[in-house]
């Protein structure tokens, strides 16, 4: 017959007009798969997180969902079923009839059932397996926190406990996305220098100040792994007698930024003015100035150790100086301008300023807005002039009785302060960095500190890529249930990254053609990973009953089985499933 169509290996002659060719995605998912499987999270969440045979769906598999959603591309709870629909079942971890049951509501107890189950060993031997499987160092862990930005009211995130366990505050707080109108938890984070890898992640109320979180996590991260010699890094909320004294005590390194509040800082930069350091150049770095395009990093450790008895290291960044100076000079021309509009002001007569008190109060207010306290000196003029009107109407004569009246004029007048300006150029482009291990050169402890920003990048991860926010649950233990999944998403995308890129150096390889017109990627995030595998998928040739007929595999690119091997993931992973 014309319009049938036979199958080798099979006695089916079907009409072609009856044929239903099925798409099912695989994507980047055969990728997190294998990572996930290497860590044994399906294992780890079936032993934590107990089943019930009333369950249609285990909350392993329905975790597992979340999870992988989080490292491909975020999709809010009750959308999660859609984006599953759209895979073959395989890859997300679940079976064809699982996919249907997929909703807001059983995924949102599912995320209970998380909260409720040990996380703390969940999480302790899901990092320590990472840690073994991946061979990361430990020997240098950096922290820092960062606002979780929640829209609503949030009425039931109060605290209150769940099972014997405190859920998450949402408070108004310092809100680093700069939404202080809006509640907030805060995530504190803590990476390995290896590749950024996250290995501690908690969650405090919205209204925790850094300062106080650092000694509850050095006390988990010594839990963890069993040492205290790794260097703990954080921003100048560290550098804090109690903070610092707490990790010395017990045996701990530690290196932040030695706050510009302590009088050390101020000793110093008095004593620079006079006493020019003998520097020691530690790197350079290039710029984007194109008539400067080095930064010159240089060292000097303090003659005087901090009140707490600490090395303190100064750094000199001649970009850094340059900034400084540059930023003083507009601070100060800003402020002249700032006066010369108000003397503008005063000297019109529909001014509503009156008093002296009252221009010297503006005025130092429009210059401490333009942050120019230190350099521009201001003080009031007033002058007094005297005019004469006749008493009455009419042609004056000699009789003509006159009033004098006494007009006073305000001004602002100012003087840049030359030898504050001159004191604070002898310190410009220098920081200091405190530390309490005694033998680290001071060019080391410079390399470590730069490093920091590596983290910040695992914040841009989490709140670009993943999509934390704007969160869509109002459920606490819910919330910290999904941040747990995050955190786990986090740590499969740094496993990703850090493989491939150490995959690279290996093979001497300084980029790959990820971007598109094959231009070449020197640091492959696992976003960019997954992108080039967007539109692999299975075609699945059916027949009105339902039996498939042929299966077509994906034939991927050279690009694509590159990225693969250097994984150390055989190709195998998009073909038949076993």
């Given at each position: 017959?014309?319009?049938e169509?036979?199958?080798?290996?099979?006695?089916?002659?079907?009409?072609?007009?009856?044929?239903?060719?099925?798409?099912?995605?695989?994507?980047?998912?055969?990728?997190?798969?294998?990572?996930?499987d290497?860590?044994?999270?399906?294992?780890?969440?079936e032993?934590?997180?107990?089943?019930?045979?009333?369950?249609?769906?285990?909350?392993?598999?329905?975790?597992?969902?979340?999870?992988?959603?989080?490292?491909?591309?975020?999709?809010?709870?009750?959308?999660?079923?859609?984006?599953?629909?759209?895979?073959?079942?395989?890859?997300?971890?679940?079976?064809?009839?699982?996919?249907?049951?997929?909703?807001?509501?059983?995924?949102?107890?599912?995320?209970?059932?998380?909260?409720?189950?040990?996380?703390?060993?969940?999480?302790?031997?899901?990092?320590?397996?990472?840690?073994?499987?991946?061979d990361?160092?430990l020997?240098?862990?950096?922290?820092?926190?960062?606002?979780?930005k929640l829209?609503?009211?949030?009425?039931?995130?109060?605290?209150?406990?769940?099972?014997?366990?405190?859920?998450?505050?949402?408070?108004?707080?310092?809100?680093?996305?700069h939404?202080?109108?809006?509640?907030?938890?805060?995530?504190?984070?803590?990476?390995?220098?290896?590749?950024?890898?996250?290995?501690?992640?908690?969650?405090?109320?919205?209204?925790t100040?850094d300062?106080?979180?650092?000694?509850?996590?050095?006390?988990?991260?010594?839990?963890?792994?069993?040492?205290?010699?790794?260097?703990?890094?954080?921003?100048?909320?560290?550098?804090?007698?109690?903070?610092?004294?707490?990790?010395?005590?017990?045996?701990?390194?530690?290196l932040?930024?030695?706050?510009?509040?302590?009088?050390e800082?101020?000793i110093?930069?008095?004593?620079?003015v006079?006493?020019?350091?003998?520097?020691?150049?530690?790197?350079?770095?290039?710029t984007?100035?194109?008539?400067?395009?080095?930064?010159?990093?240089?060292?000097y450790?303090?003659?005087?150790p901090?009140?707490?008895?600490?090395?303190?290291i100064?750094?000199?960044?001649?970009?850094?100086?340059?900034?400084?100076a540059?930023?003083?000079h507009?601070?100060?021309?800003?402020?002249?301008?700032?006066?010369?509009a108000?003397n503008?002001?005063?000297?019109?007569?529909?001014?509503?300023?009156?008093?002296?008190v009252?221009?010297?109060?503006?005025?130092?207010?429009?210059?401490?807005?333009?942050?120019?306290?230190?350099?521009?000196?201001i003080?009031?003029?007033?002058?007094?002039?005297?005019?004469?009107?006749?008493?009455?109407?009419g042609?004056?004569?000699?009789?003509?009785?006159?009033?004098k009246?006494?007009?006073?004029?305000?001004?602002?007048?100012?003087?840049?302060d030359?030898?504050?300006?001159?004191?604070?150029?002898?310190?410009d482009?220098?920081?200091?960095?405190?530390?309490?291990?005694?033998?680290?050169?001071?060019?080391?402890?410079l390399?470590?500190?730069?490093?920091?920003?590596?983290?910040?990048?695992?914040?841009?991860?989490?709140?670009g890529?993943?999509?934390?926010?704007?969160?869509?649950?109002r459920?606490?233990?819910?919330?910290?249930?999904l941040?747990?999944?995050?955190?786990?998403a986090?740590?499969?995308?740094?496993?990703?990254?850090?493989?491939?890129?150490?995959?690279?150096?290996?093979a001497?390889?300084?980029?790959?053609?990820?971007?598109?017109?094959?231009?070449?990627?020197?640091?492959?995030?696992?976003?960019r990973?997954?992108?080039?595998f967007?539109?692999?998928?299975?075609?699945?040739?059916t027949?009105?009953?339902?039996?498939?007929?042929?299966?077509?595999?994906?034939?991927?690119?050279?690009l694509?089985?590159?990225?693969?091997?250097?994984?150390?993931?055989?190709s195998?992973?998009?073909?038949?499933?076993?």
């Open positions: 017959m014309g319009n169509v036979h199958f080798s290996g099979q006695d089916v002659a079907v009409d072609v007009t009856d044929l239903d060719l099925q798409t099912r995605l695989l994507a980047g998912l055969p990728i997190v798969n294998a990572f996930y290497r860590l044994g999270i399906d294992r780890l969440l032993t934590h997180v107990p089943d019930d045979a009333r369950l249609r769906v285990s909350p392993a598999a329905a975790l597992g969902v979340v999870i992988r959603n989080l490292v491909v591309r975020h999709a809010p709870v009750y959308a999660l079923g859609e984006w599953a629909g759209r895979y073959d079942p395989s890859v997300v971890g679940l079976t064809p009839a699982d996919v249907d049951l997929l909703n807001d509501d059983r995924i949102g107890r599912m995320l209970s059932r998380l909260f409720d189950a040990d996380r703390a060993s969940l999480l302790t031997r899901l990092v320590l397996d990472a840690v073994d499987n991946f990361i160092d020997s240098r862990l950096h922290n820092d926190s960062t606002s979780l829209s609503g009211a949030y009425g039931t995130a109060d605290g209150r406990e769940r099972g014997g366990k405190p859920t998450p505050a949402a408070r108004y707080g310092f809100s680093k996305d939404r202080p109108d809006l509640k907030q938890l805060v995530g504190i984070l803590t990476v390995t220098a290896d590749g950024a890898v996250p290995i501690a992640f908690r969650v405090a109320d919205g209204n100040a300062v106080t979180t650092h000694i509850d996590t050095w006390d988990a991260l010594v839990a963890l792994t069993g040492r205290t010699d790794f260097l703990y890094t954080a921003d100048s909320k560290l550098a804090t007698f109690d903070n610092v004294a707490h990790i010395h005590s017990r045996g701990g390194r530690f932040s930024v030695l706050p510009a509040s302590r009088k800082d101020r110093f930069r008095d004593w620079v006079t006493n020019p350091p003998d520097w020691d150049e530690a790197q350079r770095r290039p984007r100035d194109p008539e400067h395009p080095e930064d010159v990093l240089s060292t450790q303090d003659h005087l901090s009140a707490d008895g600490h090395r303190i100064w750094i000199h960044s001649t970009a850094k100086a340059r900034r400084d540059t930023r003083r507009q601070a100060i021309a800003k402020a002249i301008a700032a006066i010369d108000l503008m002001r005063l000297s019109s007569p529909r001014c509503r300023i009156k008093t002296a009252t221009a010297e109060a503006e005025a130092r207010e429009a210059i401490e807005e333009v942050h120019a306290t230190r350099w521009v000196n003080h009031v003029e007033q002058d007094t002039a005297e005019s004469f009107r006749q008493a009455k109407r042609r004056p004569g000699p009789n003509t009785a006159y009033i009246i006494s007009t006073t004029r305000l001004r602002i007048r100012f003087t840049v030359e030898d504050q300006v001159s004191h604070d150029a002898a310190s482009g220098m920081w200091p960095l405190i530390t309490n291990d005694p033998d680290m050169p001071a060019a080391e402890l390399d470590a500190y730069k490093w920091q920003p590596n983290l910040e990048k695992r914040h841009a991860q989490l709140k890529t993943q999509l934390v926010a704007p969160m869509w649950l459920d606490p233990a819910r919330i910290e249930g941040l747990t999944c995050h955190f786990i986090m740590l499969l995308s740094s496993l990703i990254e850090r493989t491939i890129r150490q995959a690279m150096a290996q001497g390889l300084s980029e790959l053609s990820l971007y598109p017109e094959d231009r070449g990627c020197a640091a492959p995030t696992t976003a990973i997954l992108e080039i967007t539109g692999v998928a299975r075609h699945e040739l027949a009105p009953d339902a039996t498939v007929l042929r299966t077509f595999h994906p034939e991927l690119t050279d694509q089985r590159q990225v693969l091997d250097l994984l150390d993931i055989p195998s992973v998009y073909g038949p499933v076993t």
